[in-house]
């Protein structure tokens, strides 16, 4: 692999079971072989790993002592894979077609000042989409794009996201490191957002990669409405807004941010998951005062205008329904 195109693989698992297996398996059956692939594995109880490191002798295996988190776990390989100039990051629930990697790459070459590139996310053997990148709404609300569209429909070309959805990502790596990687406090959940939201204050953009193809179980692990998943997403999205947000947006859209909250607290509390969402926006807000201080030195880097930012972002109402 020529200097330039060095890529490493990070897979983070906890408890993933077989699916972490299958997912293996298709980086080892990439048409470009990485640099280097490194399985993070955050504590696992199950049997998950297995004989990996048998079978696939090439790759690493870097067990944790306690679980630190997707965010803490993905940080432990950047920092190990020193020899590599980008990052791919792909989740233990998701099989990544043999030529993932390849047009990555190729998109890489093709559009040199883009830092990040995000993959199509199909369900597992379906033309359904789980998701063609980030969406991040004024609001401070992020969802995939495209989740549940059908793939015939929409985006074939290679166009801007906001950011690209950490399941299946691809970032180079001195972009990582300038931004500091990923907050570790959010442990889960929003962290691939929170991340593509300060890549983009700093100017940069996010690509889709619509021939980067990997089927993608979605909270296969952990569960896409468990309290799990509900407690994290909902406090990390008020992290990221205030954290993030420049001050003009964040003063023009607090309004609706809060409302949007107060709509979840209701929507979750009819699912049987108030006290849940109830304790997730607590935490939120108590955690503001630690986050208000990362803003400071988030807001002071910045060099893209509001102008620039708000265009990346969507803005209209009606694609807060059913949120």
Request: charged share 20%.
């Amino acid at each position: 692999m020529r200097h330039g195109e060095r890529v490493g693989v990070i897979v983070v698992n906890w408890n993933a079971g077989d699916l972490l297996l299958s997912c293996v398996e298709s980086i080892a059956g990439q048409t470009i072989a990485p640099e280097r692939v490194l399985i993070v594995d955050n504590a696992s109880t199950d049997d998950s790993l297995g004989d990996l490191e048998e079978r696939f002798p090439q790759f690493e295996v870097l067990r944790q002592p306690v679980n630190r988190g997707f965010a803490c776990a993905n940080n432990i390989g950047i920092d190990r894979l020193v020899d590599v100039d980008w990052i791919a990051l792909l989740n233990p629930d998701a099989i990544a077609h043999p030529d993932w990697l390849e047009n990555l790459l190729a998109s890489a070459r093709q559009y040199p000042t883009v830092v990040s590139f995000g993959s199509k996310m199909l369900r597992p053997g379906s033309d359904v989409l789980d998701g063609t990148g980030d969406v991040y709404h004024v609001s401070g609300l992020a969802w995939r794009r495209d989740h549940g569209s059908k793939d015939t429909l929409v985006h074939h070309r290679a166009d801007q996201i906001f950011s690209p959805c950490g399941a299946a990502a691809f970032y180079r790596r001195d972009a990582l490191k300038t931004v500091g990687g990923f907050d570790s406090r959010f442990f889960c959940y929003m962290e691939d957002v929170d991340l593509g939201f300060r890549l983009r204050l700093l100017g940069h953009q996010s690509l889709y990669v619509p021939s980067a193809v990997v089927e993608h179980v979605g909270s296969g692990i952990t569960g896409r409405r468990s309290d799990f998943s509900v407690y994290f997403g909902h406090r990390n999205l008020v992290w990221t807004y205030f954290k993030n947000m420049p001050s003009a947006l964040l003063y023009r859209y607090l309004l609706l941010h809060l409302v949007v909250n107060t709509m979840a607290i209701a929507r979750y509390t009819r699912r049987g998951q108030g006290g849940v969402v109830l304790k997730a926006k607590r935490d939120g807000f108590v955690g503001l005062k630690a986050m208000l201080r990362s803003r400071r030195e988030v807001q002071f880097s910045r060099i893209v205008s509001t102008s620039e930012l708000l265009q990346s972002m969507s803005t209209g109402y009606s694609a807060l329904v059913g949120r």
